[in-house]
């Protein structure tokens, strides 16, 4: 089993819809959570960092952890095209260095 | 510079040569992390460093690879005797501290 697992898609949504994406883990020991998007031929880039459970948001984007069921989620409210990316889910322990990542879902946000 | 910087952007190389890939991270930043993705994998830890502590080098999957940090800025990834099974791209990250929250665009390695 995978550390981290994450569904790797295509999703396709029309301009203006919620998106929802999700991660599932299996180590309790994780406390920090990330969201990156990364487009084609680039570096991801860090859209969220949270520390423990709870909601962040920011602008349109608000991630979720929920720590009982080991479940994280990326939420994008009003979805534009320039939201079509990969999305990569990463967590970390409290101690040590490595960064544990999804295999990322692929978004396509039509006009 | 503003960002992470890699050289190259593409290698191509045949099986059995030594590569050399390059991160400029952006300056001041302490920690340093190199990556490897391969299609429909998510990133693949290798190597971090921190300062001048001794790096984790926990992530690297053979003694073919190796990597250095001179000065605490610039690092060296290379591989020797490269195998087909090592194309993927590479991706540097820096930031002041653990969070590899800064990516470069990567070198794209292809073996043949």
């Known amino acids: 089993q995978k550390e981290v697992e994450q569904d790797p898609g295509p999703l396709s949504v029309p301009e203006g819809a919620i998106v929802s994406l999700n991660c599932t883990y299996s180590n309790s020991a994780f406390q920090y959570f990330m969201w990156y998007r990364q487009y084609s031929r680039k570096g991801p880039e860090l859209l969220m960092y949270t520390y423990s459970s709870g909601n962040k948001e920011d602008g349109r984007f608000t991630a979720q952890v929920d720590k009982s069921s080991k479940y994280i989620s990326l939420f994008i409210r009003d979805s534009q095209p320039s939201d079509s990316a990969t999305y990569l889910c990463?967590?970390?322990?409290?101690?040590?260095?490595?960064?544990?990542f999804g295999t990322g879902t692929s978004l396509t946000v039509i006009p | 510079g503003a960002g992470v910087s890699q050289s190259p952007s593409n290698k191509v190389t045949e099986k059995g040569k030594d590569v050399e890939l390059r991160c400029d991270p952006i300056?001041?930043?302490?920690?340093l992390y190199w990556y490897r993705q391969s299609l429909g994998q998510g990133l693949e830890f290798l190597i971090y460093?921190?300062?001048?502590?001794?790096?984790?080098k926990s992530g690297l999957p053979s003694d073919r690879f190796s990597a250095e940090r001179t000065g605490g800025s610039v690092s060296t990834l290379t591989i020797q005797r490269t195998q087909q099974e090592d194309s993927a791209v590479y991706l540097c990250?820096?930031?002041?501290?653990?969070?590899?929250?800064?990516f470069g665009s990567g070198t794209r390695l292809t073996v043949v």
């Open positions: 460093f921190q300062g001048n502590s001794a790096p984790d």
């Open positions: 990463a967590m970390k322990w409290v101690i040590g260095n490595q960064f544990y």
């Open positions: 990250a820096s930031s002041l501290l653990q969070g590899g929250d800064t």
């Open positions: 300056s001041g930043h302490t920690a």
